[in-house]
């Protein structure tokens, strides 16, 4: 299995943008749909955004719809989120996943899960 590390995290005020990256370690980058995830304090874990091995974007989340945008660079062994126009209620720890099966990411049941890091909006 992948091995995931989320970073870019931090403490930023509304309205400012920021770019989160997860690196991968491990064996092919390339044949695993990744997928963002977020769990805000006191609340369920909830689907982000998807994006497959090929780079097509599978799902964006109607709450951040038109303000993250998710992104590969296979190259790299990275995946992106960029997160424009940010609201308190983006506050949330985020998370990367990974599953050879697109439909294992999309359910949340991918078989690797990065750390998380901690994305805090203040006003």
């Known amino acids: 299995q992948v091995q995931l590390l989320e970073s870019g995290g931090g403490e930023v005020q509304a309205g400012n943008s920021l770019r989160l990256s997860c690196t991968a370690s491990g064996p092919a980058f390339n044949s695993y749909n990744m997928g963002w995830f977020r769990r805000a304090p006191g609340k369920e874990r909830e689907r982000v955004a998807v994006i497959t091995l090929n780079g097509v974007v599978r799902e964006y989340a109607d709450a951040v719809k038109g303000r993250f945008t998710i992104s590969r660079d296979n190259a790299r062994n990275t995946l992106y989120l960029q997160i424009d126009s940010l609201k308190f209620e983006d506050t949330a720890v985020y998370y990367c996943?990974?599953?050879?099966?697109?439909?294992?990411?999309?359910?949340?049941?991918?078989?690797?899960w990065g750390p998380g890091t901690q994305v805090t909006v203040s006003s």
């Open positions: 996943a990974a599953d050879r099966s697109s439909g294992a990411v999309l359910s949340g049941t991918a078989g690797s």
